[in-house]
Nanobody
Framework: QVRLVESGGGWVHTGGSLRLSCAASARTNSNYLMGWFRQAPGKEREFVAAIYWSGDTTYYADSVKGRFTVSRDNAKSTVYLQMTGLKPEDTAVYYC???????????????????WGQGTQVTVSS
């Protein structure tokens, strides 16, 4: 069973920073792609960033490039999302997700991720 537990959400002013963590069960620390998504009130869930457990490749939505950084700690089976320069439009529930890699995978497609955390709220005030 794959388990994902997010933490680190909160409330900040515009321009502030937060770091989200996603603790994953050890089983994911291999052939899985780890993604971050977010969902604002009244909007669809959207891709934010993704990272593999090996290598240096990372992926970002255009809206967060240059402000957010995804990273991992394999020893802790934990993925992080460092968010800087936060804007009110970043306000959302942020979710960690895992996609089992079976050949080519489109990292931004929600349906490719079979495992999800419970989400953590991020609120940015102007």
């Amino acid at each position: 069973q794959v388990r994902l537990v997010e933490s680190g959400g909160g409330w900040v002013h515009t321009g502030g920073s937060l770091r989200l963590s996603c603790a994953a069960s050890a089983r994911t620390n291999s052939n899985y792609l780890m993604g971050w998504f977010r969902q604002a009130p009244g909007k669809e869930r959207e891709f934010v960033a993704a990272i593999y457990w090996s290598g240096d490749t990372t992926y970002y939505a255009d809206s967060v490039k240059g402000r957010f950084t995804v990273s991992r700690d394999n020893a802790k089976s934990t993925v992080y999302l460092q968010m800087t320069g936060l804007k009110p439009e970043d306000t959302a529930v942020y979710y960690c997700a895992a996609a089992e890699i079976r050949g080519f995978i489109v990292v931004t497609t929600i349906q490719n991720y079979g495992y999800w955390g419970q989400g953590t709220q991020v609120t940015v005030s102007s």
